[in-house]
T-cell receptor, first 113, second 114 residues
Framework: KNQVEQSPQSLIILEGKNCTLQ??????????LRWYKQDTGRGPVSLTI?????NTKSNGRYTATLDADTKQSSLHITASQLSDSASYIC????????????FGKGTRLSVIA | ETGVTQSPTHLIKTRGQQVTLRCSSQ?????VSWYQQALGQGPQFIFQ???????GRGNFPPRFSGLQFPNYSSELNVNALELDDSALYLC?????????????FGPGTRLTVT
């Protein structure tokens, strides 16, 4: 069964600190892996997209890594800000292109002052 | 802002009723995907429309149906609403062809079934 598992389920960190979110997947065949940020009650917004040949990709303070051999990915957030408080969802795409997408349940990050 | 719009933003319906949700895709996109997101869960794929034809479907019953129009906007219809249909419904537009991967999500429609 195609699954995407994320950990931790929730995380609280102090403003300015770094954190790393984890994603394990069993999706096959694998096309690409994406990390999305979703504010409460809003649609997800893309942070990074990586194909199986890419190991790392950065977007500002967000850095995603991918190990296609172990089927693991991580999202590292540096110098966290209060506005980083959101759910971070790992998404894996089957086959090529856009569909279908298999979503994890997300990690709920709370950044506090 | 992604350029993807959805209407309405919120909706309250009674069990057994029917509902239609709408999505306008981003300019230049020819594909729309619909997702259901229950509270505290990740989105679940409902179906996708490409050039007005259904192009893939998730594990949802036939009472979930859709349409895509020549301008690539789309509708999601749900008949015989059940309490468990209460969720945030997301649409995402993308361009299929040319190796593009990105899907752009709208803000969602919050459906409450009572």
């Amino acid at each position: 069964k195609n699954q995407v598992e994320q950990s931790p389920q929730s995380l609280i960190i102090l403003e300015g600190k770094n954190c790393t979110l984890q994603c394990n997947y069993t999706v096959s065949p694998f096309s690409n892996l994406r990390w999305y940020k979703q504010d409460t009650g809003r649609g997800p917004v893309s942070l990074t997209i990586m194909t199986f040949s890419e190991n790392t990709k950065s977007n500002g303070r967000y850095t995603a890594t991918l190990d296609a051999d172990t089927k693991q990915s991580s999202l590292h957030i540096t110098a966290s800000q209060l506005s980083d408080s959101a759910s971070y969802i790992c998404v894996v795409s089957l086959n090529s292109g856009n569909t279908p997408l298999v979503f994890g349940k997300g990690t709920r990050l709370s950044v506090i002052a | 802002e992604t350029g993807v719009t959805q209407s309405p933003t919120h909706l309250i319906k009674t069990r057994g009723q029917q509902v239609t949700l709408r999505c306008s895709s981003q300019s230049g996109h020819n594909t729309v995907s619909w997702y259901q997101q229950a509270l505290g869960q990740g989105p679940q794929f409902i179906f996708q429309y490409y050039r007005e034809e259904e192009n893939g479907r998730g594990n949802f019953p036939p009472r979930f149906s859709g349409l895509q129009f020549p301008n690539y906007s789309s509708e999601l219809n749900v008949n015989a609403l059940e309490l468990d249909d209460s969720a945030l419904y997301l649409c995402a537009s993308s361009f299929s062809g040319g190796g593009g991967y990105e899907q752009y999500f709208g803000p969602g429609t919050r459906l409450t079934v009572t």
